[in-house]
């Protein structure tokens, strides 16, 4: 069994760092006796695998929501921590039940800050010991287990972006526990290190700003640290899956482009995990809507786009993604637009080999909003088969992985564009149901690829009449409208592609008052005179080495060539490479032509960051995991816990003054052939 020392030094984390003290000794001055996990939980141990192994094996999964992530309740009553959103204690008709129904992963959510102890962060032993014991429960059952930090009233603050060095701390701190009170449990427990980190509070709340991103990143780095720092007296902790989120765990593409990959050891970090939550469409699964259509892709898109930006950021470079919190609102019993949802969703899963985790709150209701319950909490039975059913069902009905590669990547659009760089690519056919008033598809990066002499081609099947169209906008004179007709149309084997050049845009953006391309905000391709299937755009020819590139997500600049070196305030610029994973072997030479796309490695400089601005507070949309049993219990808070202001974060040992964080910089290059 576990033990833990009774009593912990409160300074002992900043000796760790500030004394220069090996973890191994430092570690055993804090905690003693760690044993083996009890033998009847740990049939099959699970050791040497990667995180994208690990990830293809966990399937469909199910949380263990508004339990221990409860706000409410107090160590002096134990049992209130686990209960006092109104579900009953974790028993052992649940757990198996969870396996029983299908599913092979549980996340369990888990706010630490309520068995905090004293002014250091100090987790008191019995709360550890109670949230052991469910976990090992799950080992019993042959499950896959999340564990995570949840709702932590001293991270999801306004004054993320501007305290997140102070934040870093006490995260730290409260991992420094975590992984070493868990370091010896195998593969089959994953480590979560933020949920839906964000501004709370604030205007900008859920859709983020660039402070905010950075500061997320930080905080992502800082987790890792911790845990890999305690792999020399818990070897698992070497190899353990650590997920990390964008802002807010948030399915944007945007937010998801800006999400930087922790590095450890001067490398990417290995068995990384990239954690998002898709709740789309917004009205049918956290509101008051009832209808899902699987056929129409105003309310298919926004998954579509989150698996997709998915694949093209993180699986094509090696790098897997959970979604670990997804769901549909049961809405006056809407039981057949929810499994059309779930089985949808479910495909997706399975064709992407990125599992999905149903979010449950145990709120049995039929009013929208928070109403999200598959298992009863006491039996452990379904509360709706079918919905069950056609969870589980929709992700066998597909081979896993067989979405990953659209039509390019498997050779059948090769040739069809020669000589161009591909700036959007919808893997799975994404269609336009609507005309072209009415519907549209929006591409994740905005027009400044544009060169004198060059075109934008669209590859596309045309649905009776319909053919493509291109619409800009600009906030520059409000033309939020500028339509572009093609020029000319060709025909290869199945496929259409509409040719719309440079100097038709340049003229219909000047008809517009529009007199400088900068100044276009978005792009659009809608369809015009029917329906389309929009496969790829591409962009040939233009100016040499014409480039535009983000940071974060943020536009840096647009110019004429590539930047030797780029600037971004707090980061210290490492090298451009020609992958995100930032293989030896894949560094970029300016000029070379070798790449398209470049990524930029950066890590944090040696001294503190400045701090950021952050918005002002105003009301904002709830969050999707505060609902009780009965979807009407309000959670409480308690005071944020005091800690140390010193701005420091764990660092191996023997590691340089810079810590690597993995930082993006897209480069996409539209070069005259």
């Known amino acids: 069994?576990?033990?833990?020392?009774?009593?912990?030094?409160?300074?002992?984390?900043?000796?760790?760092?500030?004394?220069?003290?090996?973890?191994?000794?430092?570690?055993?001055?804090?905690?003693?006796?760690?044993?083996?996990?009890?033998?009847?939980?740990?049939?099959?141990?699970?050791?040497?695998?990667?995180?994208?192994?690990?990830?293809?094996?966990?399937?469909?999964?199910?949380?263990?929501?508004?339990?221990?992530?409860?706000?409410?309740?107090?160590?002096?009553?134990?049992?209130?921590l686990e209960t006092s959103w109104g579900n009953p204690k974790v028993n052992e008709a649940l757990i198996s039940g969870i396996a029983d129904a299908g599913f092979k992963t549980i996340r369990i959510p888990v706010t630490w800050y309520r068995a905090f102890t004293d002014k250091n962060h100090t987790i008191s032993e019995k709360y550890l010991e109670r949230v052991r014991e469910v976990v090992d429960l799950c080992y019993k059952y042959d499950l896959y287990i999340i564990l995570n930090i949840h709702h932590e009233n001293w991270l999801n603050v306004a004054t993320l972006s501007a305290n997140y060095l102070k934040i870093g701390e006490e995260l730290a701190d409260v991992w420094s526990q975590i992984a070493v009170y868990f370091g010896d449990y195998d593969q089959h427990l994953i480590f979560e290190g933020m949920n839906e980190p964000r501004l709370a509070g604030t205007t900008q709340e859920w859709t983020g700003n660039d402070a905010g991103y950075k500061a997320v990143n930080y905080l992502s780095q800082v987790f890792v640290n911790t845990v890999r720092s305690t792999a020399g007296s818990f070897p698992n902790n070497a190899e353990r899956c650590l997920a990390i989120p964008g802002y807010a765990a948030s399915s944007s593409a945007a937010i998801l482009g800006a999400i930087s990959l922790p590095t450890w050891d001067g490398e990417l970090c290995k068995n990384l995990i990239v954690e998002v939550h898709c709740y789309s469409p917004y009205e049918f699964c956290l509101s008051n809507r009832n209808t899902f259509d699987p056929d129409d892709s105003s309310d298919t898109g926004g998954i579509d786009s989150?698996?997709?930006?998915?694949?093209?950021?993180?699986?094509?470079?090696?790098?897997?993604?959970?979604?670990?919190?997804?769901?549909?609102?049961?809405?006056?019993?809407?039981?057949?637009?929810?499994?059309?949802?779930?089985?949808?969703?479910?495909?997706?899963?399975?064709?992407?080999?990125?599992?999905?985790?149903?979010?449950?709150?145990?709120?049995?209701?039929?009013?929208?909003?928070?109403?999200?319950?598959?298992?009863?909490?006491?039996?452990?039975?379904?509360?709706?088969?079918?919905?069950?059913?056609?969870?589980?069902?929709?992700?066998?009905?597909?081979?896993?992985?067989?979405?990953?590669?659209?039509?390019?990547?498997?050779?059948?659009?090769?040739?069809?564009?020669?000589?161009?760089?591909?700036?959007?690519?919808?893997?799975?056919?994404?269609?336009?149901?609507?005309?072209?008033?009415?519907?549209?598809?929006?591409?994740?990066?905005?027009?400044?690829?544009?060169?004198?002499?060059?075109?934008?081609g669209i590859v596309?099947?045309?649905?009776?009449?319909?053919?493509?169209?291109?619409?800009?906008?600009?906030?520059?004179?409000?033309?939020?409208?500028?339509?572009?007709?093609?020029?000319?149309?060709?025909?290869?084997?199945?496929?259409?592609?509409?040719?719309?050049?440079?100097?038709?845009?340049?003229?219909?953006?000047?008809?517009?008052?529009?007199?400088?391309?900068?100044?276009?905000?978005?792009?659009?391709?809608?369809?015009?005179?029917?329906?389309?299937?929009?496969?790829?755009?591409?962009?040939?020819?233009?100016?040499?080495?014409?480039?535009?590139?983000?940071?974060?997500?943020?536009?840096?600049?647009?110019?004429?060539?590539?930047?030797?070196?780029?600037?971004?305030?707090?980061?210290?610029?490492?090298?451009?490479?020609?992958?995100?994973?930032?293989?030896?072997?894949?560094?970029?030479?300016?000029?070379?032509?070798?790449?398209?796309?470049?990524?930029?490695?950066?890590?944090?400089?040696?001294?503190?960051?400045?701090?950021?601005?952050?918005?002002?507070a105003t009301t904002s949309a709830p969050s999707p995991t505060q609902a009780g049993n009965t979807g009407g219990v309000t959670p409480t808070t308690t005071p944020t816990p005091s800690g140390s202001s010193v701005p420091v974060i764990p660092i191996a040992a023997g590691a340089v003054l810079v810590v690597a964080v993995a930082a993006f910089i897209v480069i996409r290059a539209t070069r005259k052939k």
């Open 306 to 456: 989150a698996f997709k930006a998915i694949d093209e950021l993180f699986l094509s470079n090696g790098v897997p993604a959970i979604i670990d919190e997804a769901s549909a609102t049961n809405n006056g019993d809407n039981t057949e637009a929810r499994c059309k949802w779930l089985e949808y969703i479910a495909k997706r899963s399975s064709g992407y080999s990125v599992p999905v985790v149903l979010w449950d709150n145990g709120s049995n209701g039929k009013s929208g909003g928070e109403c999200h319950s598959y298992l009863d909490r006491r039996t452990g039975k379904p509360t709706e088969q079918k919905l069950i059913d056609a969870f589980i069902g929709g992700a066998a009905s597909v081979t896993a992985g067989s979405m990953r590669k659209g039509p390019s990547s498997e050779g059948e659009l090769k040739g069809l564009v020669i000589d161009g760089t591909v700036i959007w690519q919808n893997r799975s056919g994404l269609k336009n149901t609507q005309q072209w008033e009415y519907n549209y598809i929006k591409t994740p990066s905005k027009p400044s690829f544009y060169g004198e002499g060059g075109e934008i």
């Open 460 to 616: 596309y099947k045309p649905e009776g009449s319909g053919e493509p169209k291109i619409i800009l906008d600009s906030s520059a004179n409000s033309a939020w409208w500028i339509p572009i007709d093609m020029a000319r149309k060709e025909t290869k084997d199945v496929y259409t592609i509409a040719w719309f050049t440079y100097a038709d845009i340049v003229k219909a953006c000047k008809a517009n008052k529009v007199n400088d391309l900068k100044q276009l905000s978005d792009f659009s391709v809608v369809a015009a005179n029917g329906d389309i299937t929009t496969y790829e755009i591409v962009a040939v020819g233009g100016s040499s080495d014409s480039v535009s590139f983000y940071a974060n997500g943020v536009l840096i600049s647009s110019g004429n060539k590539l930047p030797a070196d780029p600037v971004f305030k707090g980061l210290k610029f490492l090298g451009w490479y020609t992958t995100r994973t930032y293989a030896p072997g894949t560094e970029y030479v300016p000029g070379s032509g070798n790449a398209d796309t470049i990524f930029a490695k950066f890590g944090l400089e040696e001294k503190e960051p400045a701090e950021v601005p952050t918005a002002a």
């Open 1 to 80: 069994m576990h033990h833990i020392l009774k009593k912990r030094p409160v300074t002992t984390g900043r000796r760790i760092i500030k004394g220069g003290l090996g973890l191994l000794t430092a570690l055993a001055m804090v905690f003693s006796g760690l044993s083996a996990a009890p033998a009847e939980v740990r049939a099959a141990e699970l050791t040497g695998k990667t995180s994208m192994e690990i990830t293809a094996d966990m399937g469909l999964g199910w949380n263990l929501g508004n339990t221990f992530d409860s706000t409410g309740g107090n160590l002096t009553n134990l049992s209130s």
